[in-house]
């Protein structure tokens, strides 16, 4: 069963540091998530990406933030300078279509900020 | 701007029924999710309601009452590996689902 894939696992990084989170869709899917979830709380959203342009974005998603399909099968995050409150669970997800009936999450990435 | 309530914990006997409940206020309505999220682990989708009315799926049932903003997840003949959290989430005018803070059920022998 195809299912969406996250690099790397968790990610360790100092304060002021730059970190890309990666992600492998499903290959037939064409609209992209991320989301962040910090311990203890629930999931937010925080961007959506379709036909190489950000569709929508959150409060959260400042200018620290910005995604990128750099090619047909990678989309990441990139965080530019990590704060501490940054630390959370980063999830990348898809979907065939943006009405669709779900999204298919990926296992995540856990980043922890020093 | 949108609300989403439900309890945050709930606990029930193996092979009992339970019924998890989600109140919502939206700014328009384009279906609910319920979602169950184990530790450490990704969401993973259980069902989806945009009409009013039970979805059955197995062991799970979904209810909608877009009237009412009130949705409630049915779990029957439960199992241990049921222990997890359960995201209610919302699809208000936009397509971005909006998650509940998530109740943790848990479920004992």
């Known amino acids: 069963e195809p299912e969406v894939t996250q690099t790397p696992s968790h990610q360790v990084t100092q304060m002021g540091q730059e970190v890309i989170l990666r992600c492998v869709p499903i290959?037939?899917?064409?609209?992209f998530y991320w989301y962040r979830q910090i311990l203890g709380q629930k999931v937010e959203f925080l961007v959506s990406?379709?036909?190489?342009?950000?569709?929508?974005k959150s409060e959260i998603f400042d200018d620290q933030f910005s995604v990128e399909r750099p090619d047909g099968s990678n989309f990441t995050l990139k965080i530019r300078s990590t704060k501490l409150e940054d630390s959370a669970m980063y999830f990348c997800?898809?979907?065939?279509?943006?009405?669709?009936?779900?999204?298919?999450f990926g296992p995540g990435t856990r980043l922890t900020v020093t | 701007g949108q609300n989403i309530d439900q309890p945050t914990e709930m606990t029930a006997t193996e092979g009992a029924i339970v019924q998890i409940n989600c109140t919502y206020q939206?700014?328009?309505?384009?279906?609910l999710f319920w979602y169950q999220q184990h530790a450490g682990e990704a969401p993973t989708f259980l069902s989806y309601n945009v009409l009013d009315g039970l979805e059955e799926k197995g062991r799970f049932s979904s209810f909608l009452s877009r009237s009412k903003g009130y949705s409630y997840l049915l779990l029957k003949e439960l199992q241990m590996k049921d222990s997890a959290s359960y995201l209610c989430?919302?699809?208000?005018?936009?397509?971005?689902?909006?998650f509940g803070r998530g109740t943790s059920l848990i479920v004992h022998p």
């Open positions: 990406f379709y036909n190489n342009e950000i569709s929508e």
């Open positions: 997800a898809s979907s065939e279509s943006q009405g669709g009936r779900e999204q298919y």
């Open positions: 290959s037939n899917h064409l609209y």
């Open positions: 939206t700014s328009g309505f384009n279906g």
């Open positions: 989430a919302v699809r208000g005018g936009s397509y971005i689902p909006t």
